[in-house]
């Protein structure tokens, strides 16, 4: 699992090289990243939507781009508002207050998503979101250290000098 500093340090990057190279060496890989914010998003062949980030890696990875990959989008559509796409349709459009109490009706298909993709593939890459260290969300999370848990997977951590490094 990739994991970051903060945001924009670089984990998308790194996730589509990492599903192109294993992919070279002829696993089945798949990216996953269970949450997404991104007004920008990319409909599959399904009709599913998900992160671009996720389609292009994989892309990367030679799949077909799937809702699994991504099954929690999140679009704003205002200030503090945003819809929410679960599995590649949209769900509810939620104030961002309200929407951390919606972990208990998410984290069910975040899993189910992991579990199928697991069962699917040699190989997950798995990116977080803006940063591990939000301990504010710790018990609310559903992209970052609640997936590597899930997964028991080991973590990398991606940084950006530009950012302030690693401290």
């Known amino acids: 699992m990739i994991q970051g500093t903060a ?9 589509t090289a990492l599903c192109r190279i294993y992919a070279r060496r002829g696993l ?3 990216p996953f990243k269970s949450q997404n914010m991104s007004l920008n ?3 599959g062949p399904d ?11 994989a892309i990367a990875a030679g799949r077909v781009p799937q809702g699994d990959m991504n099954p929690v989008l999140l679009k704003p559509e205002a200030d503090q508002r945003s819809q929410i796409v679960v599995n590649g349709r949209p769900w509810k459009t939620l104030e961002g207050r309200d929407y951390l109490s919606m972990r208990e009706a998410v984290w069910p298909q975040v899993t189910a998503a992991m579990d199928r993709l697991l069962s699917d593939n040699d190989l997950i890459i798995v990116e977080g979101a803006g940063s591990p260290a939000e301990i504010n969300l710790n018990d609310r999370e559903i992209v970052n250290m609640s997936v590597a848990r899930y997964l028991d997977a080991p973590v990398l ?3 950006d000098i530009d950012r302030g490094g690693v401290f």
């Open 7 to 15: 945001s924009d340090v670089g984990k998308s990057l790194l996730v």
């Open 28 to 30: 089945k890989v798949t």
């Open 41 to 43: 998003s990319y409909a």
């Open 47 to 57: 009709g599913a939507e998900i992160g671009r980030a996720q389609a292009l890696q």
């Open 157 to 159: 951590l991606a940084a």
